[in-house]
């Protein structure tokens, strides 16, 4: 198997990223290799640099309530860049159970609130192209 | 290290037990414990209210005066902020805490295209003084405290502080203001940050030395172990960073030609109550310790009331759980129990609800009671540091003095705090610990009651909820920053905010024609656009 490439990226203007480093550093671990944006991200910053890197996965992590909007407007973001189907989505942080399947709506593959083991967070993202090839 | 190991053998015998700092504590403590570190009353207990400040800062502690308590407060509006106030000081609150939102924390207008879906969200939105003007209304400024949690543009939220004071006619010697004003812990741990190091640090400078100048009564710095610590320090990192980043800002003010003895008075702590008790206890009786012995030894800091490590030991966040949340009362109470053992001046709680939502009043109103029952019904008054010659917390006292000064020494060898953090080093280092922490929690190996052990089957996890985010609130915040961007007098703001490059860009301080342009109506993202035109923004280093 490919050795998948993450950016796991801080939308907007939450700070808040230990949660977002912590799991930058367990997949690094579970062997994928990772690239972290930073804080104070735009969607247009975030999606520039995953088509610049060719990442296989963007890993969002929002704690300010604000992940609808954000994933929103990502989504379109991919799909004018003609990456949607190259880039897969997930979401990590401050997630209401109640959001998950609007988030999944939009086009995210997989859904992390805060506290999910990192275990299933390292099969979810291989999952997803387990089931490609 | 950075975990709490307790390693067990048969039978739940517990065979081990290391705290986070790094301390190997022992089954049982004598005499002997406290011969071995070399424990002498006078010189590192001293009565309480005397040199070196162990046991307490005032000679009659909770018996003076018990502690104040200064819970976290601001929503959405002004006009909900200010409902919030007035309720909570109704309730016997001493003091204010303010949250802004994202958009005010990082110097954003409302309508700013960056701030969208964010004004109001986790904090007060402010845009200019008529935002403070309705926020503080029947507010007595010159009796309650208030602490402005704001760092990257804290001179522009205390030059607000300031005109609203005195608009509702408070002088400025009297009021007492507390803005946070700690941009290297935002740098390591909270991510509200703006302007690169060197700029940020100068602000931080700025506000201080205008209030050592101009607001007497005000304390210009509010250093935070405590996310440090939540960012995943141990409690002798906590302390140990915090006070360096003091001393990177005793450094920044000495070279504006001030003595310490003129402003580190006006320096206060917010440190971290959450994890083992023992520990939580030695490290704030340790840090009173040092804190005056490098103020002194260091410094030559003379009055003794500046040698006090003042401020507020509380919050807990990191300790609370989404899973099982009652559970939280009662690590709250515990953490509260902690702070008044360890003599807390200043104390909040975070509610149980924290976890999964911003705290309902009727949560904020228990964590309010938790601490008034602490000092009212079981006893927390009644004699200064009650713990004072325990054979263990001795021993464990001492050992937490050269653990803080072994984390200090290690980044001196980095170069000090400002490279330290410039350089990614101690970011990198907690990011590593906070995974470490995670793992054990993960595997079992910490363990939290009701996330990894007695966890109850038929129990459902209580759904996150979100404060509605009010789209309404949002559009009438915007609504009126434009109708107060037409009607106020523009070409003033205009002259005011060319003023105030001019003093960016030369090294004068900002705060007083900061000061004037709120009192114009300058807004905050005009305000803090002069400084990034000046400043830059920081480019942060990779942690991976």
């Not at chain 2, 954003?108 to 960056?114: A, F, K, T, V």
């Given at each position: 198997m490919k050795r998948i490439k993450v950016l796991i990226a801080k939308p907007g203007l939450d700070g808040h990223d230990k949660g977002a480093k912590v799991v930058a550093l367990a997949l690094r671990d579970a062997g994928m290799e990772v690239l972290y944006t930073g804080l104070h991200q735009s969607v247009e910053q975030i999606v520039r640099t995953a088509v610049q890197e060719s990442v296989d996965v963007i890993g969002l992590s929002i704690m300010s309530g604000a992940h609808l909007p954000i994933c929103r407007r990502l989504m379109d973001r991919l799909r004018q860049e003609g990456v949607q189907d190259e880039i897969r989505v997930v979401v990590g942080g401050v997630i209401p159970k109640r959001d998950i399947p609007r988030l999944k709506e939009l086009g995210v593959d997989g859904v992390f609130p805060g506290g999910t083991p990192f275990p299933e967070i390292v099969r979810s993202i291989q999952a997803l192209f387990d089931t490609q090839t | 290290m950075g975990v709490a190991r307790y390693i067990k053998g048969e039978k739940?015998?517990?065979e081990e037990v290391i705290y986070p700092s790094g301390i190997r504590v022992k089954p049982f403590y004598g005499p002997k414990d406290l011969e071995e570190v070399g424990f002498d009353y006078e010189k590192d207990l001293g009565d309480p209210g005397e040199y070196p400040f162990t046991r307490s800062l005032h000679p009659l502690g909770y018996r003076s005066r018990a502690w104040t308590t200064r819970q976290y407060t601001g929503f959405g509006t002004p006009e909900e902020t200010n409902r919030r106030f007035r309720w909570m000081i109704s309730h016997g609150q001493t003091g204010l805490n303010v949250a802004f939102d994202l958009p005010t924390q990082m110097g954003?207008?409302?309508?700013?295209?960056?701030a969208e879906g964010e004004v109001g969200r986790v904090g007060m939105a402010v845009d200019s003084l008529r935002d403070f003007e309705v926020a503080f209304r029947d507010i007595p400024l010159d009796r309650i405290g208030t602490g402005l949690t704001i760092n990257a543009i804290a001179t522009v939220m205390l030059a607000m502080y300031q005109a609203v004071a005195e608009k509702f006619g408070y002088a400025r010697d009297r009021i007492s203001a507390t803005p946070q004003n700690d941009i290297l812990k935002e740098m390591i741990g909270r991510g509200a940050w703006i302007f690169p190091v060197d700029s940020a640090v100068r602000l931080v400078g700025d506000c201080i030395e205008y209030s050592v100048r101009e607001l007497p009564r005000s304390n210009p710095v509010s250093i935070c172990g405590y996310h440090i610590r939540e960012s995943g320090a141990t409690p002798a990192q906590e302390i140990a960073y915090a006070f360096e980043i003091a001393k990177t800002y005793i450094g920044n003010l000495m070279d504006r030609g001030l003595k310490p003895d003129q402003f580190v008075g006006r320096f206060s702590f917010n440190l971290n109550v959450f994890g083992n008790l023992w520990e939580q206890i030695a490290k704030f009786r340790a840090a009173r310790k040092l804190w005056a012995r490098i103020l002194r030894d260091h410094y030559g800091v003379q009055q003794k009331k500046n040698l006090f490590l003042r401020g507020l030991f509380g919050g807990g966040g990191s300790g609370l759980t989404k899973a099982q949340p009652e559970n939280n009362i009662i690590r709250g109470a515990y953490y509260a129990l902690a702070a008044a053992l360890s003599g807390a001046q200043t104390t909040a709680l975070c509610s149980f609800d924290e976890a999964y939502t911003i705290p309902t009043p009727r949560a904020a109103l228990l964590s309010l009671r938790t601490l008034e029952i602490l000092m009212e019904e079981v006893g927390l008054r009644d004699t200064v540091d009650p713990l004072a010659g325990s054979y263990f917390i001795e021993t464990l006292t001492k050992q937490m003095e050269e653990k803080i000064l072994e984390e200090m020494e290690e980044v001196q060898k980095q170069g000090g705090m400002l490279q330290a953090v410039s350089s990614g080093a101690i970011q990198r280092k907690l990011a590593k610990q906070a995974y470490e922490f995670e793992k054990g929690l993960q595997r079992g190996e910490i363990v939290k009651v009701g996330v990894n052990k007695y966890i109850s089957e038929d129990e459902e996890e209580p759904e996150v909820e979100l404060h509605e985010y009010n789209e309404q609130w949002a559009e009438k915040q915007v609504r009126e920053l434009k109708a107060l961007r037409r009607s106020r007098d523009n070409r003033q703001v205009t002259r005011l905010l060319r003023q105030l490059e001019r003093d960016a860009r030369e090294g004068r301080n900002v705060m007083p024609t900061l000061v004037e342009c709120c009192r114009a109506y300058a807004t905050v993202g005009e305000m803090t656009g002069v400084f990034r035109e000046v400043f830059g923004e920081w480019q942060e280093p990779s942690i991976l």
């Open positions: - | 739940d015998v517990i954003l207008d409302s309508d700013d295209p960056r």
